[in-house]
């Protein structure tokens, strides 16, 4: 079995360390950082490089627990190096309202954070600002066939 850790919304949610402690592999999905949801549905706003550097996430940085003060106020955060048990991150893409994009323009919206994500999961935080992240993005920028498959495009 593998958990994948994408929320403590709920204060009776026990940390991530009880899982890992417990032998739970684990996958960090972190819904504050890495939830595109389509329509913005549910107090969700699409990611953004800004924000993944602005958490200083890494794949040991999970969602904060509840605490004394309420929601998200408790950092849960594993330290490098990291455990074994702790298997990587992912990005997830929620349908809520699959009208509110297009699939061109998931690509478009995703392509930055995603890419933000990558670099950070890899180097366990960055060494690079977010500026100097920024003109890389922009210098790499789209893959000429993720263009063609977002418009509909079969080989």
Known sequence: ????????????????????????????????????VLGENAGYRHPTAARIWAA??????????????GQGTVRQELVRPYPALLLGVS?????????????AEVAEGIRAPLRAMAERAWNAGSALSLEEFASIDA??????QTA??????RP
Do not use: C, K
């Not at 402690?21 to 504050?32: F, I, L, S, T």
């Not at 200083?56 to 003060?69: Q, T, V």
């Open 1 to 36: 079995m593998v958990l994948t850790w994408w929320t403590n919304w709920n204060a009776g949610m026990r940390p991530v360390a009880d899982a890992l402690a417990a032998g739970h592999r684990v996958v960090n999905v972190n819904d504050a950082l890495f939830y595109y």
């Open 56 to 69: 200083d996430w890494h794949p040991g940085l999970f969602p904060a627990r509840w605490g004394s003060g």
């Open 91 to 103: 990005f997830a893409v929620w349908s809520d309202r699959p009208e509110a994009q297009t699939p």
């Open 139 to 144: 210098a790499i920028g789209e893959a000429p």
């Open 148 to 153: 063609r498959r977002a418009e509909g495009f």
